[in-house]
T-cell receptor, first 115, second 114 residues
Framework: GAGVSQSPSNKVTEKGKDVELRCDPISGHTALYWYRQSLGQGLEFLIYFQGNSAPDKSGLPSDRFSAERTGGSVSTLTIQRTQQEDSAVYLC?????????????FGEGSWLTVV | SQQGEEDPQALSIQEGENATMNCSYKTSINNLQWYRQNSGRGLVHLILIRSNEREKHSGRLRVTLDTSKKSSSLLITASRAADTASYFCATDSYSGAGSYQLTFGKGTKLSVIP
């Protein structure tokens, strides 16, 4: 696609349920990032994938959070046993680490509400 | 942890005035980027300034970078109501093991009054 695509756009889930958020990066981009943004706050880094390298998981807040990137393209962020404090916008971004530039492109985000 | 810290947190100006937002950071960087966000959704890239550059322009935007002070500023000239948004700086730095971190500040919420 032309841009970073995320789904679902909005998700309301009950506390304790698992959720999966999907990100489809720009074709050919080797780097993929997940961020979380609580209402009125800045972006909190969660995880970073670069090519076939081991992902940088240093930002994941707990072991309830995990992410994978299959075939170097689509990524899924999974939150198990959701809690109310998990409510936030989850933003995915991708970029090409080649010489053409370092601009990062964001999707529109997935707004998660845990009730 | 937040690398970039924007200042002020909120800014309200009249249409036509200039808006200046500042960003400070703590560690060495490859480059610094400014983004705009409308209504809490996706961020849009505005401008990138590399660590060996001191000033960059793009339309009504002017960005400066002072690596000795670890600070950057974003100037929007002749502001318009449509510039109302949140603005974030992000520092791009190598964090080891092939990982390039893009770390965001908490943003400046700009309101341009018509």
């Amino acid at each position: 696609g032309a841009g970073v695509s995320q789904s679902p756009s909005n998700k309301v889930t009950e506390k304790g349920k698992d959720v999966e958020l999907r990100c489809d990066p720009i074709s050919g981009h080797t780097a993929l990032y997940w961020y979380r943004q609580s209402l009125g706050q800045g972006l909190e880094f969660l995880i970073y994938f670069q090519g076939n390298s081991a992902p940088d998981k240093s930002g994941l807040p707990s072991d309830r959070f995990s992410a994978e990137r299959t075939g170097g393209s689509v990524s899924t962020l999974t939150i198990q046993r959701t809690q109310q404090e998990d409510s936030a916008v989850y933003l995915c971004a991708s970029r090409n680490r080649g010489p053409s530039g370092n601009t990062i492109y964001f999707g529109e985000g997935s707004w998660l509400t845990v009730v | 942890s937040q690398q970039g810290e924007e200042d002020p947190q909120a800014l309200s100006i009249q249409e036509g005035e200039n808006a200046t937002m500042n960003c400070s950071y703590k560690t060495s960087i490859n480059n610094l980027q400014w983004y705009r966000q409308n209504s809490g959704r996706g961020l849009v890239h505005l401008i990138l300034i590399r660590s060996n550059e001191r000033e960059k322009h793009s339309g009504r935007l002017r960005v400066t970078l002072d690596t000795s002070k670890k600070s950057s500023s974003l100037l929007i000239t002749a502001s318009r109501a449509a510039d109302t948004a949140s603005y974030f700086c992000a520092t791009d730095s190598y964090s080891g093991a092939g990982s390039y971190q893009l770390t965001f500040g908490k943003g400046t919420k700009l309101s341009v009054i018509p």
